[in-house]
């Protein structure tokens, strides 16, 4: 049985990816520790009134939206890897799996993008409620 070739270039690539997205990762969870933890984020959510508590939780939404486009970024350039990788082509052509490879990692960039546009659009809710109690007060 003939055992197939991986290149060399793109798992290099792959595992530089891998890891930059654990920097990525370690470095928006430090951040996200000055703002609210989602232990926070449930409780503010139904109790939030004042300007302060609105752009806190805005302020969640935009690092979830900032983590969330790093990481539909990472899977697009893995798509893009797969896509070019005769072995990764070749596999999902004959066998039909698209578990692993260019259409698994399209699919998670794509949601992923949509669910960083939802963040952003809660996040700009919360500034919007929290000009409205400002403006109350």
């Known amino acids: 049985m003939k055992r197939p070739r991986f290149n060399l270039l793109a798992m290099l690539t792959i595992a530089s990816l891998v890891l930059s997205s654990f920097a990525a990762s370690s470095a928006a969870d430090s951040a996200q520790n000055k703002t609210i933890s ?70 998670w960039a794509k949601l992923e993008a949509e669910e960083a546009k939802e963040a952003e659009s809660l996040a700009a809710l919360h500034e919007n409620m929290a000009k409205a109690a400002e403006q109350k007060q």
Do not use: F
């Open 38 to 107: 989602k232990k926070e984020l449930k409780v503010l959510l139904t109790t939030a009134k004042e300007p302060a508590e609105h752009r806190k939780i805005a302020e969640y939404y935009r690092q979830q939206a900032q983590r969330l486009s790093a990481s539909s970024k990472q899977h697009a350039q893995m798509a893009e890897i797969y896509a070019k990788d005769p072995v990764y082509k070749s596999r999902e052509s004959k066998t039909g799996d698209t578990a692993m490879g260019a259409n698994h990692c399209r699919k």
